[in-house]
DNA sequence: AAGCGTTAATTGACACCGTCAATTGACATT
DNA sequence: AATGTCAATTGACGGTGTCAATTAACGCTT
């Protein structure tokens, strides 16, 4: 090897060893995930990842971008799975799907949403993934909104939402909610007191119906 | 030195290294807390802390609880210079002192919801602090449960109040909610989403005015 | 076809970290 | 005064992130 490698193939080994690292992520937990073990992993040698990542927080960044990425498509695949749903219900599987991602991949959700280094500018590339993924439910919301039956803009609701589950989620991961069965009534409680707290009064009984 | 310490002795050598590890983890951030530095800082020599913790896991449960303890006592001092105020005050009260510590000490408040070892059961110490803390919020909820005017029981507000501050704040200290008029609207948002969500119906008007 | 320059990739070296093991030192008892 | 006990220190080891030096592979020039 010799000659400067094309975008696409640096673009490609980049994205080889994202995976690769968010399934040793996945696989022994955050403390498992190290420059070295990732190079095995990916079999390559050992400074190889500094060919391609700045330094571990670069690498991190990019996991956290890839991480999202991988919670928007869910949550989308979700959503599109009952497009011809009311607002409502719609947003409804939004968050179970997002609830789901974040149970399901403790680990690679936790690092999505750590800073890698403190007071850090989130950079640009992150910042589109924060959008793309914040889309997902602020269609629907929009779209409620448009239709005169929320009590604020949709992207007040949004960061209501988002701010909600993101604690439901995280404090469920750090093992802080001890049972399921607390568990399940809070994310219900969360799901009817935003859903009644953000209609119209004159909705709130049909949607509590 | 030679004898068997007593174990005030030795709750005063735990109590005073974990207050210097927090203050290196206030100053240095979550990475800049080492053993080593932790020791230097405290004037003792490098393995002096494994007298007093099992190890570097051990010393971080023991600041996850001293960070319980003070937050448990910053949203107390809050709530009780509002005493004789009624139950939403008194939680918004609480609420906002609960915020102000997260964001006034990210660090540690991040430290005290990120545990030390994946699916760890959490020691009933720390339980015991979780459960100090959250009866801040409790007793006035569950006065207002007593009163009738709230829509679920007090312990499942709870959960709800408690989730939602903590994901605003989280997303806050990540530097995912940009500018402080966002945040301040969302804190806003969520408290009125909370007090109106909560409530009776009958009582929603008047809350709202 | 041979040599060269460029650049990918590997290996060497260093400081730092958590932690185990061996050592030192001070006090209470005999 | 000698001894045993236990707090506290120091030595040593494997592992980590990362900088620096080295090696190796390919396209271009002559």
């Given at each position: 090897?010799?000659?400067?490698?094309?975008?696409?193939?640096?673009?490609?080994?980049?994205?080889?060893?994202?995976?690769?690292a968010?399934?040793?992520?996945?696989?022994?937990?955050?403390?498992?995930?190290?420059?070295?073990?990732?190079?095995?992993?990916?079999?390559?040698?050992?400074?190889?990842?500094?060919?391609?990542?700045?330094?571990?927080?670069?690498?991190?960044?990019?996991?956290?971008?890839?991480?999202?990425?991988?919670?928007?498509?869910?949550?989308?695949?979700?959503?599109?799975?009952?497009?011809?749903?009311?607002?409502?219900?719609?947003?409804?599987?939004?968050?179970?799907?997002?609830?789901?991602?974040?149970?399901?991949?403790?680990?690679?959700?936790r690092?999505?949403?750590?800073?890698?280094?403190?007071?850090?500018?989130?950079?640009?590339?992150?910042?589109?993934?924060?959008?793309?993924?914040s889309?997902?439910?602020?269609?629907?919301?929009?779209?409620?909104?448009?239709?005169?039956?929320?009590?604020?803009?949709?992207?007040?609701?949004?960061?209501?939402?988002?701010?909600?589950?993101?604690?439901?989620i995280?404090?469920?991961?750090?093992?802080?909610?001890g049972?399921?069965?607390?568990?399940?009534?809070?994310?219900?409680?969360?799901?009817n007191?935003?859903?009644?707290?953000?209609?119209?009064?004159?909705?709130?009984?049909?949607?509590?119906?």
């Amino acid at each position: 090897m010799s000659k400067p490698l094309s975008d696409d193939e640096i673009d490609h080994k980049r994205s080889t060893l994202v995976a690769c690292a968010i399934a040793l992520l996945e696989e022994n937990g955050a403390d498992g995930l190290t420059l070295r073990k990732l190079a095995v992993a990916a079999g390559v040698s050992r400074q190889t990842p500094y060919l391609y990542f700045k330094d571990k927080s670069d690498l991190l960044d990019a996991i956290r971008i890839a991480g999202l990425i991988r919670l928007t498509e869910a949550t989308t695949a979700a959503v599109n799975e009952s497009e011809n749903d009311g607002y409502i219900e719609q947003l409804r599987v939004a968050g179970e799907a997002y609830v789901r991602f974040g149970l399901d991949h403790p680990t690679l959700y936790r690092m999505i949403y750590k800073p890698t280094r403190a007071e850090e500018t989130v950079s640009a590339e992150l910042q589109r993934a924060l959008d793309a993924n914040s889309l997902v439910t602020a269609a629907p919301m929009k779209a409620a909104f448009d239709d005169g039956i929320l009590v604020m803009p949709p992207e007040r609701l949004n960061q209501v939402f988002w701010a909600a589950l993101h604690g439901l989620i995280s404090l469920r991961n750090e093992g802080l909610i001890g049972d399921d069965e607390t568990f399940v009534q809070t994310l219900e409680d969360l799901e009817n007191i935003l859903a009644t707290g953000f209609l119209k009064v004159s909705d709130k009984a049909q949607a509590l119906s």
